[in-house]
């Protein structure tokens, strides 16, 4: 096993790397797809000679995934997505036993962060991979030496997808991008299941509250406003749903939830939690009329849906209770917590995504990046969905790997399926 590591890094500890590989090792066996993928990339290298830099969650997860690609035959760099959901062992270990240049340190501070995506860049990619696209922003704005060596990039999440189709739509994009999130073996999954789960696991970690009895508020129905809602409710909770999509209040009324704006739902919460990719959505008005003890948590991509600004100037004090947990003491009494600096609650107070459900999220990022390589050349500057064909292979491959069969359609179904002069 190689110790000495020569190739440029940042990671907290390199101590960390025998923890980091046994969790790295733990994650893996929940993720089948993945290894399917990685089986055959081992014997095709479909990515070979292909350098890849990746601006993702540094966690066991996203480890499975680099090592996939590099045994497809990539030289991968990596580092976060966001300053505070780094798995410094998992970090170590990508570096010490895989020689990845791996930029990443949870906790740090702003410049690091952007430094460290500075260095991702010095790889000189073939390929972006971003979680919320910061790499691809850096890419066209300081650092923009570096786009003309990109073939073509994917894109884990939707705020960074909507980033993206905004540079797209004013002509300004240099590269292809594959939207990963648009999968419906990604986003119907990973955003729904994985954040749910993840979610109530980082904010029951930062509190230990019991979840049963709450007023829990939702911002957001879409894809994890909907999993944080079911799970809440499984919890004992009493949930109420805020959003600005008629069509998704309704769905959110029909699927037994209250629905009443955030200026209503302040007054009565207990716990708030944001999933919009939205700014300002509890804002100071809201926090004016929260009862003293609300919790306050974002599983958003940016820290923006809470309006911390006005949350720290409302404040008379300030002080932290536990890890992950800030009490803003207002000058009438109240006191409102705020989870992880308003930061990915699931993320940061605890470990992201449960490993098989990032198997499906992370078989797609893979079998893009080999799409991307084998055709970016016939690709024009836009957002492209992940091709169909890799989306059902991804969900064909879990089935599988969960031993279980389902039906095909035969040869007259498909007829007349497909045939609109059938049935009549
Ligand atoms: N925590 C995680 O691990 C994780 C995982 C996946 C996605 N995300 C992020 O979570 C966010 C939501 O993702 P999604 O896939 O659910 O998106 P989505 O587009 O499916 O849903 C967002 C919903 O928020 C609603 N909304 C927007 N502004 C609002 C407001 N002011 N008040 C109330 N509702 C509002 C929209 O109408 C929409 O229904 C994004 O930032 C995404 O990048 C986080």
Redesign the pocket.
Known sequence: MPTAVSLPHDVKDLALADAGKRRIEWAEQFMPTLASIRKRFARQKPLKGIRISACLHVTTETANLAITLQQGGADVALCASNPLSTQDDAAACLVRDYQMSVFAIKGEEHDTYYSHLDSALEHRPHISMDD?ADLVTLAHTKRKEYAKGIIGGTEE????VIRLRSMAEEGVLKYPIIAV?DADTK?MF??RY??GQ??LDGIMRATNVLIAGLKVVV???????RGIALRARGLGAHVIV????PT?ALEAIMDGYEVMP?SAAAAVGNLFIT????KN?IAKENFQNMKSGALLAN????NAEIDIPSLTKLAKSRRIMREFVEEFRMSDGRCLYLLADGR?V??SAAE??PASVMDMSFANQALCAEYMVKNARKLERKVYSVPHEIDRMVARLKLESMGVEIDELTKEQAKYLNSWSEGT
């Open positions: 919320g999440t939707t705020t960074g999130n986003h990973d955003n994985g954040t993840s979610t911002a957001g129905y879409g894809w994890c406003g805020t959003e600005v999509d998704r955030m999933a919009t990719g939205d959505v599983s958003g991509h940016f990915l699931n993320l992201g995504h």
